[in-house]
């Protein structure tokens, strides 16, 4: 009995591990995104001292832009995957029944 | 040879009616009314044949033969048994019990000679 | 060429469009036919309503001055959208399940319906958002200017007119879609599609002029990319305190802006539409700012020093003579302030309808608020336009008095700060259920009255602060300085006011809310926004990746009984398409279980179970109440049960009674039908014997012949009597019988039966009397009542054994009853049959016979049918009978004793 206790379906553990993670990252997407975000916050200012005393270069402008619409652009892929897996997990009686693994 | 036959009626025109028929056809009546001690009328008069009414007082009709059949030498005696109630429930229990012969009431004058007779002769063959 | 009248007709052509959309808009959803209006694409246009004048015209010169800050207006929303699983499917759950009406009815709801707390949210609101609005009318004000310049034909232009023209058409429109009529659910279909519409708009006008400046322009995104980096923007330049607070501030406004608020939470049709909108609208906010940077670039580049760069979308296709493409940009930042003032102005007015101008309307009119109805609602849809009218009135009177300068420039932040105030009592509301009203009204007060100290009088500048209040701190405080509270100098004055502003306000409210005690109606308010998502309908279930299944299986057994249980769990196994004798904790399984024990215990007693093993939820007050409901149902019940089963078993009890007497019932009628058998045939037997005597034997003598006759006669007679008796028993049982009732005197009815018993008897029966007693008046069937006593009477004569034979008949009162008692000095009868001496055809003695045993059987009935009784009197020395019956007359008796 206590083997078959600890062997339920492998499709089925999968499925309900997925879905917790799938959870997790959803909480976990809007701290990712401040994190990727504040990564500027990071980079030499042009009106800092180092950059004034040529020590370092400042960060141009353009790649300031790629990064940042790079990261916006990311974080909002990140949404539409987050928001089908959340479609298709929010209904489980639908697509994903159990033996159509 | 005189044929003696023991009557146990209670209703006393039928008991007349009766003693008079078997009177004229050259039986001996006796008559007896009561039910409580029937059986021992019976065995003391030792008729060739008894006439039994169901509806007594004192002991039923039923009773009193089955009582005569439990005695040794009563258990051959021919019974006639007499009922007012013409029901098979009774007639089954009269055979059970050991009638020789079960009469409904009102019958025929003629019935009942005729099975005085048929009883006593086959009394007398046996 | 651009003339401004041109401008003024694509103007109102836009806005009569707008009004047929928002009309058509109306007239569908009316119809019900709104399955494109609730499309998750509509409801992610509808949120740009974020995207203001101030953004549209706005970000550019954010751009021109301060480079890449400006994205962060637009990455806190983004932030906030992609956490939406987070708190904004909480919020909209909240709003839809407590019918929420705006922030202000939200606060006012969590913390106990408190209306302080609406009322000062909806003051923080008003003053907050009202500058804004101002500022959307400057904005259109401004481009209006840019074309009234460039216009060759000269036609003069009056800003003042056309600002307040703007404000009365944007006023009419608000009130139109707006307030039409009072939904339930305060959607407005009409004005959200609309704004969709201006959302499309104002998104391609501006796509339209940044693809313009970077291919038209700069030839290409490498070209447009140097020109940037060459720029006096050129390098990233940023104040990190400024990038992080305003970000929050942005995030924090997205949601607590009565607009935003509206839109998000009280428009929304479906939860589901925040999984489109979560990744759809950061994407429009995107596109948005994509521009931006190049266009400012470009503007600074091309046109002359101390162009206004807040107008570089208009001026730069002005200045390229692309009269089209800044007519397009002109309808873009229209819309985008026609939009945000129309929603700001419906959500603001809700507010303020409902949580000031109504309340104090109700108080005035005295008579009980809650008795009054038919007119409210005239006066609610009143009372909105009225406040419609009066928060653009202040945004108009805003702009007048502010001058329309670069003040209101910096208004947006200002504003922004302002709203986020309300964001520590909201979130702690929707996921601290220790929150107060105490602390929430303690943290707005802070947080509204420093950022009036650090932020809005120093912003509004000039007058309202003196200098001196500044340099050296009010009263010479100089810890007190506007812009550097506590003594901390060198912060930038945004970050300083929300830093403090924030902190204290989240502090005041953290502290009081653990020190004061919240009121019953807020706890259970508090647990039901807390934990909206146990007790909301919608997507519901548990999540069961930490459930005992063990514990479920447990508690279940408990429940259910060990086999069923063990059936149940084997059944969702087998479901579930796994082996073993333990299911996987799936929501599905869950539910399904939850239903099963809901029937032994009630919904919300297996949800707390299943919810206290699986650890999805605690226990809520609700919860609580909901088990203490079903606890007292099922206590009800089981008093019913109780009641029902002792009348179950009363009605098995009467069934088994009834059956009993079916079944004597029965027997006695076979026992009967027997009995008049015998009793018929017994007579007829002699009868037919002595006829064919008669008839067939020959010479009989003459007495013989006479006595069979006589015989045959008697019997003949025992026959007639039998089916008299029958006849007259059936027609007494069957309660056919007619009475006869009339008053007589008991010894009248005596003496005739007594002599009719004793006439032409042989037998002494010696009769005995009191007389005294019987002078007694009865009303009663003087015959039937002679018939029971000649049959007594009879009976006596008949059977008893005496040598002397006796009959005693005494009459008396005992109990109000006419007692008549008929004793003789017999034998009587024995105690064994006395018990059926009434019983038909029961004779104890059959010698004596010649009734048919029915006589003592009618009496019974006779003495029945007229009330009485009669009984056989047991322990007397000989047969006794007693006659008893109704004294119902004793007056008449008296009088008759006269």
Known sequence: MNDDRSS?????????????????????????GAAVLAVPLLWPSADSAQVVAGEVEAVPMSTAILYIFGAWAGLIGLSVVFGMAARRWGQPDGPQRPGQG | MGRHVLLVEDEPNITEAIRFLLSRDGWTVNTHASGTDAVEVIRVARPDLVILDVMLPGKSGMDILRDLRDLDELNDMPVLMLTARGQMRDRDMAEKAGASRFMTKPFSNTEVLNAVRDLHAQASQS | MASLNMLIFVCISYVVLLFIVAFMADRLAAKGRTTWLRSPIVYTLSLSIYCTAWTFYGAVGYAARSGLEFVTIYLGPTLVMIGWWWGLRKLVRIGRSQRITSIADLVSSRYGKSNLLAICVTILAVIGVTPYIALQLQSITLSFSIFSEADPSGATYSETATVFWVAAGLAVFAVLFGTRNLDANERHHGVVTAIALEAVVKLFALLAVGVFVVWGLSGGIAETMARIDASEIGQWQMKSGRWTAITFLAAAAFICLPRMFQVMVVENDDERHLRTAAWAFPLYLLMMSLFVVPIAVVGLDLLPAGSNPDLFVLTVPLSQGRDGLAMLAFLGGFSSATSMVIVAAMALSTMVSNHIVMPIWLSYRGDGGASVSGDVRSVVLLSRRVSIAVIMGLGYSYFRLSGGGTALASIGLISFTGIAQILPALLGGIFWRGATKAGALAGLSVGFGLWVYTLLLPGLGVGLVSEAVFQQGPFGLSWLRPQALFGITGLDPLVHSVMWSMLLNAAAFTLVSLFSFPSPIERLQGAQFVNVFDHSSGP????????????????????????????????????????????????TFLQTLERELSGSVGAATAHAMVGQIVGGSSVSVQDLMAVADESAQLLEYSSQLEAKSTELARTARQLREANEKLTQISLQKDAFLSQVSHELR???????????????????????????????????????????????????????????????????VLDQAVSTVLAGADSPLRVKRRRVGENVVLKSDLDRLAQVFINLIANAQKYCDAERPELTISAHHIGGQLVVDLIDNGSGIPTDVQAMVFEKFARVNAEKAGGAGLGLAICREIMHRLGGDVTYLSGQSGGAFRVTMPLSLPKLAELAAQ
């Open chain 1, 8 to 32: 339920p379906s492998v499709f089925l553990e999968h499925q309900s591990y997925r879905r917790n993670r799938l959870a997790d990252a959803a909480r976990l997407l809007p701290v990712i």
């Open chain 3, 682 to 748: 017994t007579p007829m037997t002699s009868i037919r014997a002595f006829s064919e005597i008669l008839r067939d034997t020959s010479g009989l003598a003459e007495d013989e012949h006479s006595r069979y006759a006589t015989i045959i006669l008697d019997e003949a007679m025992r026959l007639t009597r039998l089916l008299d008796d029958l006849l007259d028993l059936s027609v007494l049982e069957s309660g056919q019988v007619t009475l006869n009732m009339r008053e007589g005197v008991l010894m009248d």
């Open chain 3, 540 to 587: 519901r279930g548990w999540s069961g990746s930490v459930a005992q299944v063990e514990d479920l299986m447990i508690m279940s057994q408990r429940i259910l009984g060990a086999a069923e249980a063990q059936a149940l769990f084997r059944r969702q196994v087998i479901l579930q398409g796994g082996r073993g004798h333990l299911p996987d904790p799936t929501p």
